[in-house]
T-cell receptor
Framework: GQQVMQIPQYQHVQEGEDFTTYCNSSTTLSNIQWYKQRPGGHPVFLIQLVKSGEVKKQKRLTFQFGEAKKNSSLHITATQTTDVGTYFCAGETTGANSKLTFGKGITLSVRP | NAGVTQTPKFQVLKTGQSMTLQCAQDMNHEYMSWYRQDPGMGLRLIHYSVGAGITDQGEVPNGYNVSRSTTEDFPLRLLSAAPSQTSVYFC?????????????FGEGSRLTVL
């Protein structure tokens, strides 16, 4: 079945450093979504990417969808302590009975 | 705006007991789903529904039942709880019937099975 992979599961950065994480799918995706979950909270939608090569920005966060629509990246510029949390990507395949499959997430900690 | 409401927030069960996790949304979303979250495992889909009267299995459906009699409600039933069902459960809904739209999550229900 479809697999969505996020490696590593944990990353620690110094406040002010940039951070990049990747999401890879075993199959071609129709779209990919990114969510953020704060410690003790619930996942909150950040963005959805649909087009091949698409790039979207939200303040210090930059999201990119790969040309082959099988991978995606999230880049955070100058991390802040408010960026702490777990970031999940979720990919949806094309065709009938497609489901949204979540990666295992990457937990980001930021040292002040 | 209430969004997606889950109850209870916390529950402790003994092995073999049954219970229902409630989920209600007030956004008139057609798509609703249940996920479980375990450490290091991400979010795994249990069951989902694309509209009233329609349900389907996700990645980890065993031990769980669902029904969708109204657009607003999507309860998750554990018929005979097992320790392996100890987890945090999230209900999520989306405006899109295909589930391709933004998922709105409830605050979660933390279940412990002894």
């Amino acid at each position: 079945g479809q697999q969505v992979m996020q490696i590593p599961q944990y990353q620690h950065v110094q406040e002010g450093e940039d951070f990049t994480t990747y999401c890879n799918s075993s199959t071609t995706l129709s779209n990919i979504q990114w969510y953020k979950q704060r410690p003790g909270g619930h996942p909150v939608f950040l963005i959805q990417l649909v087009k091949s090569g698409e790039v979207k920005k939200q303040k210090r966060l930059t999201f990119q969808f790969g040309e082959a629509k099988k991978n995606s990246s999230l880049h955070i510029t100058a991390t802040q302590t408010t960026d702490v949390g777990t970031y999940f990507c979720a990919g949806e395949t094309t065709g009938a009975n497609s489901k949204l499959t979540f990666g295992k997430g990457i937990t980001l900690s930021v040292r002040p | 705006n209430a969004g997606v409401t889950q109850t209870p927030k916390f529950q402790v069960l003994k092995t073999g007991q049954s219970m229902t996790l409630q989920c209600a949304q007030d956004m008139n979303h057609e798509y609703m789903s249940w996920y479980r979250q375990d450490p290091g495992m991400g979010l795994r889909l249990i069951h989902y529904s694309v509209g009233a009267g329609i349900t389907d299995q996700g990645e980890v459906p065993n031990g769980y039942n669902v029904s969708r009699s109204t657009t607003e409600d999507f309860p998750l039933r554990l018929l005979s709880a097992a320790p392996s069902q100890t987890s945090v459960y999230f209900c999520a809904s989306s405006y899109s019937e295909e589930g391709a739209g933004e998922l709105f999550f409830g605050e979660g229900s933390r279940l412990t099975v002894l």
